[in-house]
């Protein structure tokens, strides 16, 4: 049974920092490219960031680049996310996901295999 289990959320206030981190097991971690999505009250699913499998490719939201970082830990089966600079626009239900195949898109959601459950992160201004 494949399980990814987010945690690190929380509330914060705006210019602060957070990691997020997300234990995957019954999978081959390794084999899977992993993703980070989040989804604020009232509004789609969004991309957030991607790392492949090996760690040596990752690709972020416009929105979050330069403050975010992805990064994996294949020996751990884990994925983080580090976020800094937090704004109230980043305020939502993060999510971790990930993918085996290469088809499709990593930016969008419908093209990953597993989910977690979610993390809520809120950023006050």
């Known amino acids: 049974q494949v399980q990814l289990v987010e945690s690190g959320g929380g509330l914060v206030q705006a210019g602060d920092y957070l990691r997020l981190s997300c234990a995957a097991s019954?999978?081959?971690?390794?084999?899977?490219?992993m993703g980070w999505f989040r989804q604020a009250p009232g509004k789609d699913r969004e991309f957030v960031a991607v790392?492949?499998?090996?760690?040596?490719?990752?690709d972020y939201a416009d929105s979050v680049k330069g403050r975010f970082t992805i990064s994996r830990d294949n020996a751990k089966n884990t994925v983080y996310l580090q976020m800094s600079s937090l704004k109230p626009e980043d305020t939502a239900v993060y999510y971790c996901?990930?993918?085996?195949?290469?088809?499709?898109?990593?930016?969008?959601?419908?093209?990953?295999?597993?989910w977690g459950q979610g993390t809520q992160v809120t950023v006050s201004s």
């Open positions: 790392i492949r499998r090996s760690g040596s490719y990752t």
């Open positions: 996901a990930g993918r085996l195949g290469y088809g499709g898109s990593w930016y969008s959601p419908i093209d990953y295999d597993y």
């Open positions: 019954g999978l081959s971690f390794s084999s899977y490219t």
